[in-house]
């Protein structure tokens, strides 16, 4: 099973989008990424749409990622791969999330 998640384009989530997540200082806040959603707040209920891809690699750049090394580039590549696999991924992101009822993220 994870070798096919890791190579299968038709197998779950894990190559048709992008999602990272920490807990920053161990407290009550959340700051992750699932596809063109951004969360950042005190619960999932605090989410936005990105506006760009940039702006999800903007989150990877943040000071709460620094501990992990390499972590900016490895967000960078995965969104490169996903471009190269799935072209309309952020596109179709964006449009279930402006279905569902998401705010745009402001700049």
């Known amino acids: 099973m994870i070798k096919r998640s890791r190579s299968d384009t038709s197998f779950g989530p894990f190559l048709t989008g992008i999602r990272f997540c920490l807990y920053p ?21 605090h989410k936005f749409i990105a506006q760009s891809r940039e702006m999800i690699q903007s989150v990877a750049e943040q000071s709460s990622f620094d501990h992990i090394v390499g972590f900016k580039s490895l967000v960078e590549e995965a969104i490169s791969v996903l471009d190269r696999e799935n072209p309309n991924w952020f596109n179709v992101s964006c449009a279930i999330l402006r279905e569902k009822g998401v705010p745009e993220m402001k700049v």
Request: net charge positive.
């Open 25 to 45: 200082n161990n407290n009550n806040a959340i700051l992750a990424v699932r596809d063109a959603c951004i969360f950042n707040g005190t619960s999932t209920k």
